[in-house]
C-alpha cells in the first residue's frame, strides 16, 4: 500500500479544499440567514426558515444527487467540485445559522431595543452589540457544526469527485485490499479531523476564559 500513499494525501487535498470552503460558506451564509430571522426581516425571514428546514430535514447525499445530476435537465451544470462545495454550504449554512440564532437570542432584547431607540442602524446593532456578546455563547456549537460538515465531505464521492472515500472504493476494487484500504482511509480523516478537534477545544476554553 506505500504507492497508494501519494494517492492518498492527493485525495485528503481534495477533502480538505471541498471542507475549507464549505466551512467557509456554511458560516457567511448561516450568519445572515440568522440575522434575517433575528430582526424578522419580512418575507425574507420566512424564506429562510423553510430553506432551514429543507437543508435540516433532507440527506446530504440528495442534495448533491439534485445538483449534479437534476440542474443539468434545466441546463444548470456544476463541476464535481464546486457541486461538493455548493451541497456541503447548503446543508451546513442551515446549521451554523441555528447556532447563531440560538446565540442571539440569549442576549436581552433590551439592549437591541435600547440601540435602536438611540438611532443605531440593525447592522450596527448587531455588529457593536448583540455579535460580540453572542458569538462566545455560539462558540462550541459551531466548531461541532464545523467537525459534523468535515466528516460529511465522505459523501461527496457520489459526484465523481477523486476524495479520500472515492479513492478508497477504487482501491479496493482494484487490488482487493479492502482493510489496508479502509485502515488508510481512518488514518487520513484522523489526520484531518484531529487537528481540528484539538483546535475548536482550544478555541473554546479561550473563549470561555474570555467571557
Do not use: W
Not at 492527493?10 to 433575528?38: H, I, K, P, Q, Y
Not at 435537465?73 to 446543508?91: D, N, Y
Not at 472515492?166 to 488514518?187: C, G, H, P, S
Amino acid at each position: 500500500m506505500r504507492e497508494c500513499i501519494p494517492l492518498y494525501i492527493d485525495a485528503a487535498g481534495v477533502t480538505v479544499l471541498v471542507a475549507f470552503f464549505g466551512v467557509l460558506g456554511s458560516l457567511l451564509v448561516g450568519f445572515l440567514l440568522s440575522v434575517v430571522r433575528f430582526f424578522k426581516v419580512p418575507v425574507l425571514s420566512n424564506v429562510s426558515g423553510i430553506y432551514i428546514e429543507l437543508a435540516r430535514n433532507t440527506p446530504l447525499i440528495v442534495q448533491l444527487y439534485f445538483i449534479y445530476y437534476g440542474l443539468p435537465k434545466v441546463g444548470i451544470r456544476f463541476s464535481s467540485l464546486t457541486t461538493a462545495i455548493i451541497g456541503l454550504v447548503f446543508l451546513g449554512s442551515a446549521y451554523m445559522a441555528e447556532s447563531f440564532r440560538s446565540a442571539f437570542e440569549v442576549i436581552s432584547k433590551d439592549q437591541s431595543e435600547a440601540a435602536s431607540a438611540l438611532g443605531m442602524s440593525r447592522i450596527k446593532v448587531m455588529l457593536l452589540i448583540i455579535l460580540p456578546q453572542s458569538l462566545p455563547v455560539a462558540v462550541p456549537s459551531l466548531t461541532a457544526n464545523t467537525i459534523f460538515l468535515v466528516k460529511e465531505t465522505s459523501v461527496v464521492s457520489i459526484v465523481a469527485l477523486m476524495d479520500l472515500m472515492n479513492l478508497a472504493k477504487d482501491i479496493i476494487a482494484l487490488y482487493y485490499k479492502t482493510n489496508e484500504a479502509l485502515f488508510m482511509l481512518v488514518v487520513a480523516y484522523a489526520l484531518i479531523l484531529l487537528p481540528i478537534s484539538l483546535f475548536a477545544h482550544f478555541v473554546e476554553k479561550r473563549v470561555k476564559y474570555a467571557h
